[in-house]
Protein backbone atom coordinates (compact mmCIF):
# COMPACT_ATOMS: atom_id res chain seq x y z
CA UNK A 1 0.00 0.00 0.00
CA UNK A 2 1.04 3.77 0.29
CA UNK A 3 3.12 4.95 2.50
CA UNK A 4 4.36 8.68 2.93
CA UNK A 5 7.10 10.22 4.64
CA UNK A 6 7.45 13.92 6.26
CA UNK A 7 9.69 15.98 7.62
CA UNK A 8 10.79 17.36 9.71
CA UNK A 9 9.01 16.58 12.61
CA UNK A 10 9.51 19.95 14.06
CA UNK A 11 9.75 23.17 12.55
CA UNK A 12 10.35 26.58 14.53
CA UNK A 13 10.46 30.10 12.88
CA UNK A 14 10.49 33.43 13.87
CA UNK A 15 7.26 35.40 13.11
CA UNK A 16 7.50 36.67 9.50
CA UNK A 17 9.90 33.80 8.18
CA UNK A 18 8.96 31.34 5.80
CA UNK A 19 8.13 27.39 6.50
CA UNK A 20 8.58 24.44 4.28
CA UNK A 21 7.78 20.88 5.09
CA UNK A 22 8.46 17.51 2.40
CA UNK A 23 6.46 14.42 1.64
CA UNK A 24 7.43 11.22 -0.16
CA UNK A 25 5.22 9.16 -1.05
CA UNK A 26 5.66 5.63 -2.77
CA UNK A 27 3.17 4.61 -4.79
CA UNK A 28 2.97 6.24 -8.38
CA UNK A 29 -0.33 5.78 -8.53
CA UNK A 30 -1.43 8.28 -5.64
CA UNK A 31 -2.77 11.88 -8.07
CA UNK A 32 -4.30 13.50 -4.99
CA UNK A 33 -2.22 15.41 -2.58
CA UNK A 34 -4.42 17.62 0.25
CA UNK A 35 -2.55 19.19 3.34
CA UNK A 36 -3.98 19.64 6.70
CA UNK A 37 -3.89 21.67 9.90
CA UNK A 38 -4.34 20.42 13.40
CA UNK A 39 -4.56 22.45 15.92
CA UNK A 40 -4.30 21.34 19.71
CA UNK A 41 -7.39 19.14 20.42
CA UNK A 42 -9.53 20.27 17.15
CA UNK A 43 -9.96 18.49 13.97
CA UNK A 44 -7.62 18.48 10.60
CA UNK A 45 -8.92 21.16 8.64
CA UNK A 46 -7.97 21.20 4.95
CA UNK A 47 -5.75 24.28 4.18
CA UNK A 48 -4.27 23.30 0.61
CA UNK A 49 -4.37 20.68 -1.79
CA UNK A 50 -2.71 19.59 -5.25
CA UNK A 51 -4.02 17.31 -8.11
CA UNK A 52 -1.24 15.64 -9.69
CA UNK A 53 -1.94 16.77 -13.13
CA UNK A 54 -0.58 20.33 -12.24
CA UNK A 55 2.95 21.25 -10.65
CA UNK A 56 2.17 24.38 -8.06
CA UNK A 57 -0.64 25.60 -6.54
CA UNK A 58 -0.94 28.55 -4.35
CA UNK A 59 -3.25 30.56 -2.11
CA UNK A 60 -2.64 33.72 -0.08
CA UNK A 61 0.69 32.87 2.05
CA UNK A 62 0.47 29.21 1.22
CA UNK A 63 1.96 27.20 -1.64
CA UNK A 64 2.41 23.26 -2.66
CA UNK A 65 4.66 21.95 -5.01
CA UNK A 66 4.72 18.83 -6.64
CA UNK A 67 7.24 16.55 -8.49
CA UNK A 68 5.56 13.13 -10.18
CA UNK A 69 8.84 11.59 -11.03
CA UNK A 70 10.91 12.44 -7.16
CA UNK A 71 7.16 11.36 -6.03
CA UNK A 72 7.60 14.32 -3.24
CA UNK A 73 5.47 17.30 -2.60
CA UNK A 74 6.06 20.23 -0.44
CA UNK A 75 3.95 22.85 1.68
CA UNK A 76 5.42 26.54 1.76
CA UNK A 77 3.88 28.94 4.15
CA UNK A 78 5.28 32.26 3.88
CA UNK A 79 5.54 35.86 6.20
CA UNK A 80 4.56 33.50 8.80
CA UNK A 81 2.30 34.34 11.60
CA UNK A 82 1.82 32.89 15.46
CA UNK A 83 -1.61 31.75 14.33
CA UNK A 84 -0.11 29.62 11.94
CA UNK A 85 1.23 27.57 14.68
CA UNK A 86 -0.26 24.08 14.37
CA UNK A 87 0.31 20.27 13.44
CA UNK A 88 0.22 19.95 9.41
CA UNK A 89 0.01 16.45 7.88
CA UNK A 90 0.48 15.84 4.35
CA UNK A 91 -1.89 13.01 2.69
CA UNK A 92 -2.09 10.69 -0.62
CA UNK A 93 -4.65 9.19 -2.30
CA UNK A 94 -5.82 7.43 -5.40
CA UNK A 95 -8.89 9.39 -7.03
CA UNK A 96 -9.19 6.94 -10.02
CA UNK A 97 -12.85 6.69 -11.30
CA UNK A 98 -13.84 2.77 -10.98
CA UNK A 99 -10.86 2.40 -8.41
CA UNK A 100 -11.44 0.91 -4.78
CA UNK A 101 -9.22 3.05 -2.88
CA UNK A 102 -12.44 4.87 -2.86
CA UNK A 103 -10.20 8.38 -1.55
CA UNK A 104 -8.74 7.10 1.23
CA UNK A 105 -5.94 9.13 2.75
CA UNK A 106 -2.24 7.73 3.87
CA UNK A 107 -1.08 10.92 5.94
CA UNK A 108 2.30 11.44 7.01
CA UNK A 109 3.62 11.51 10.49
CA UNK A 110 2.87 15.00 10.89
CA UNK A 111 4.75 18.54 11.35
CA UNK A 112 4.92 20.46 14.36
CA UNK A 113 5.21 23.79 13.29
CA UNK A 114 6.16 27.11 15.82
CA UNK A 115 6.13 30.25 14.80
CA UNK A 116 7.86 32.77 17.70
CA UNK A 117 6.27 36.34 17.91
CA UNK B 1 -24.34 23.43 12.61
CA UNK B 2 -23.76 21.59 9.49
CA UNK B 3 -20.36 20.31 10.38
CA UNK B 4 -19.08 16.40 10.90
CA UNK B 5 -20.38 15.94 14.66
CA UNK B 6 -18.79 13.28 16.73
CA UNK B 7 -20.35 11.93 20.42
CA UNK B 8 -18.90 11.51 22.69
CA UNK B 9 -16.04 13.74 22.31
CA UNK B 10 -14.08 11.59 25.41
CA UNK B 11 -14.22 8.21 26.63
CA UNK B 12 -12.62 6.55 29.14
CA UNK B 13 -13.09 2.86 29.51
CA UNK B 14 -12.11 0.02 31.38
CA UNK B 15 -10.19 -2.66 29.78
CA UNK B 16 -12.42 -5.32 28.50
CA UNK B 17 -15.45 -2.59 28.62
CA UNK B 18 -17.03 -2.44 24.89
CA UNK B 19 -17.50 1.03 23.47
CA UNK B 20 -19.70 2.41 20.68
CA UNK B 21 -18.36 5.45 19.09
CA UNK B 22 -20.93 7.74 16.86
CA UNK B 23 -20.51 9.73 13.75
CA UNK B 24 -23.17 12.53 12.28
CA UNK B 25 -21.82 13.13 8.82
CA UNK B 26 -22.87 16.35 6.96
CA UNK B 27 -26.45 15.87 5.55
CA UNK B 28 -25.96 14.53 1.99
CA UNK B 29 -22.35 13.46 2.10
CA UNK B 30 -22.22 9.72 0.43
CA UNK B 31 -18.71 8.93 1.68
CA UNK B 32 -17.74 8.27 5.48
CA UNK B 33 -14.42 7.51 6.28
CA UNK B 34 -13.89 6.59 9.90
CA UNK B 35 -9.57 6.69 10.83
CA UNK B 36 -7.67 6.49 14.33
CA UNK B 37 -5.14 8.79 15.11
CA UNK B 38 -2.57 7.72 18.13
CA UNK B 39 -0.81 10.21 19.90
CA UNK B 40 2.00 12.12 18.09
CA UNK B 41 0.71 10.46 14.69
CA UNK B 42 -0.89 10.76 11.60
CA UNK B 43 -4.44 9.37 11.35
CA UNK B 44 -4.23 5.69 9.57
CA UNK B 45 -7.38 4.39 7.75
CA UNK B 46 -10.02 2.14 9.18
CA UNK B 47 -13.22 2.04 6.89
CA UNK B 48 -15.29 3.22 4.54
CA UNK B 49 -18.80 3.06 3.73
CA UNK B 50 -20.53 4.64 0.72
CA UNK B 51 -24.27 5.14 1.76
CA UNK B 52 -24.97 2.25 3.49
CA UNK B 53 -22.43 -0.08 2.58
CA UNK B 54 -18.96 -1.00 3.78
CA UNK B 55 -16.61 -0.73 1.00
CA UNK B 56 -13.63 -1.47 2.35
CA UNK B 57 -12.39 -2.38 6.65
CA UNK B 58 -8.90 -3.05 5.13
CA UNK B 59 -7.47 -0.61 7.78
CA UNK B 60 -10.01 -2.23 11.21
CA UNK B 61 -6.72 -3.73 13.76
CA UNK B 62 -8.86 -6.80 14.49
CA UNK B 63 -12.14 -8.69 14.83
CA UNK B 64 -12.84 -6.26 18.41
CA UNK B 65 -14.18 -3.38 15.42
CA UNK B 66 -16.85 -2.99 14.05
CA UNK B 67 -18.90 -0.35 11.91
CA UNK B 68 -22.00 0.45 10.66
CA UNK B 69 -24.13 2.82 9.03
CA UNK B 70 -27.41 1.41 9.21
CA UNK B 71 -29.37 4.27 7.06
CA UNK B 72 -26.80 5.65 5.11
CA UNK B 73 -25.93 8.82 7.87
CA UNK B 74 -24.94 8.01 11.08
CA UNK B 75 -22.48 6.14 11.31
CA UNK B 76 -21.82 4.27 14.64
CA UNK B 77 -17.69 2.73 15.26
CA UNK B 78 -17.98 -0.70 18.06
CA UNK B 79 -14.66 -1.66 19.79
CA UNK B 80 -15.43 -5.17 22.01
CA UNK B 81 -13.38 -6.07 24.59
CA UNK B 82 -11.11 -2.84 24.65
CA UNK B 83 -7.75 -2.96 25.01
CA UNK B 84 -4.87 -0.34 26.46
CA UNK B 85 -3.67 -0.67 22.36
CA UNK B 86 -6.68 1.01 21.18
CA UNK B 87 -6.52 4.55 23.02
CA UNK B 88 -6.08 7.17 20.82
CA UNK B 89 -8.16 9.46 19.08
CA UNK B 90 -11.02 8.13 16.64
CA UNK B 91 -12.13 10.43 13.92
CA UNK B 92 -14.95 10.37 11.63
CA UNK B 93 -14.68 12.30 7.85
CA UNK B 94 -17.46 12.90 4.92
CA UNK B 95 -17.74 13.57 1.51
CA UNK B 96 -19.91 14.72 -1.27
CA UNK B 97 -18.61 11.85 -3.14
CA UNK B 98 -16.01 9.24 -2.85
CA UNK B 99 -12.98 11.06 -4.22
CA UNK B 100 -14.53 14.78 -3.23
CA UNK B 101 -12.54 17.23 -0.03
CA UNK B 102 -13.08 15.01 3.18
CA UNK B 103 -14.46 17.16 5.98
CA UNK B 104 -13.33 15.71 9.15
CA UNK B 105 -15.12 15.76 12.86
CA UNK B 106 -13.82 16.79 15.81
CA UNK B 107 -12.47 12.94 16.79
CA UNK B 108 -13.46 10.73 19.93
CA UNK B 109 -10.49 10.93 22.46
CA UNK B 110 -10.66 6.81 24.07
CA UNK B 111 -8.14 6.15 26.67
CA UNK B 112 -8.53 2.54 28.07
CA UNK B 113 -7.45 1.90 31.72
Known amino acids: GENVEQHPSTLSVQEGDSAVIKCTYSDSASNYFPWYKQELGKRPQLIIDIRSNVGEKKDQRIAVTLNKTAKHFSLHITETQPEDSAVYFC????????????????FGQGTILTVHP | GAGVSQSPRYKVAKRGQDVALRCDPI?????LFWYQQALGQGPEFLTYFQNEAQLDKSGLPSDRFFAERPEGSVSTLKIQRTQQEDSAVYLC???????????FGPGTRLTVL
Open chain 1, 91 to 106: AASMTHAGGTSYGKLT
Open chain 2, 93 to 103: ASSLLEYNEQF
Open chain 2, 27 to 31: SGHVS
